[in-house]
């Protein structure tokens, strides 16, 4: 069981949007401004879209951006595109032991 | 450019020790700012984090994997190596190396599958 709850999948008709959220504890996605996104296609590695709640890595698109609430944070994507459709995981610092943790995954469908 | 390449064997037997090698370039293991972490991924399931290690040497191992994992470091090669010992078939996965920077793991290796079986 990962530390993060993520839901298992979403999903959304090309040009909608979607959120992704990301929930922890005080002592990880709420306790700190450390919560990174990454997307993963079949096959590949991942790759970092979002870090430290909302900012974006140069050469990664605006549609794209991050928010956080309490012990949640969320990903939204706006103008879904085909390309779009891959898993999203979350990470975040942790005042625990381990320092590091991540999500379960989302799997996003672009219908 | 920012590269991170892991090797090491893609077939265990249960039982035995993997030692997996993280090698680097375009960036020094020396600079204050940066690790490098272990993270896999069992075929078709989520990333786990397994262990990190800093310029100053300072390591982090994963809390259930802890009695299993060695993170060390050879600055000169730019080199990162991790061992797990008594390697069991819920270990296969494909296992990647990320450079870490203000806990975001910017660059990414390309993962070599590691299959356990006899």
């Known amino acids: 069981q990962s530390a993060l709850t993520q839901p298992a999948s979403v999903s959304g008709s090309p040009g909608q949007s979607i959120t992704i959220s990301c929930t922890g504890t005080?002592?990880?996605?709420?306790?700190?401004?450390?919560v990174s996104w990454y997307q993963q296609h079949p096959g590949k590695a991942p790759k970092l879209m979002i870090y430290?709640?909302?900012n974006r890595p140069s050469g990664v698109s605006n549609r794209f951006s991050g928010s956080k609430s309490g012990n949640t944070a969320s990903l939204t994507i706006s103008g879904l595109q085909a390309e779009d459709e891959a898993d999203y995981y979350c990470?975040?610092?942790?005042?625990?032991?381990?320092?590091?943790?991540f999500g379960g995954g989302t799997k996003l469908t672009v219908l | 450019q920012v590269t991170l390449k892991e090797s090491g064997p893609v077939l265990v037997k249960p039982t035995e020790t993997l030692t997996l090698t993280c090698t680097v370039s375009?960036?020094?293991?020396?600079?204050?700012?940066?690790?490098v972490s272990w993270i896999r991924q069992p075929p078709g399931k989520a990333l786990e984090w397994l262990a990190h290690?800093?310029?100053?040497?300072?390591?982090s191992y994963s809390t259930s994997l802890k009695s299993r994992l060695t993170i060390s470091k050879d600055t000169s090669k730019s080199q990162v190596v991790l061992t797990m010992t008594n390697m069991d078939p819920v270990d296969t996965a494909t296992y990647y190396c990320a450079r870490l920077l203000n806990w975001n793991y910017d660059y990414w290796g390309q993962g070599t599958l590691v299959t356990v079986s006899s």
């Open positions: 430290e709640v909302s």
């Open positions: 990470s975040s610092y942790t005042s625990s032991s381990t320092l590091g943790v």
């Open positions: 375009g960036f020094s293991l020396s600079n204050a700012r940066m690790g």
């Open positions: 290690i800093f310029s100053n040497d300072e390591k």
């Open positions: 005080s002592s990880d996605v709420g306790g700190y401004n450390y």
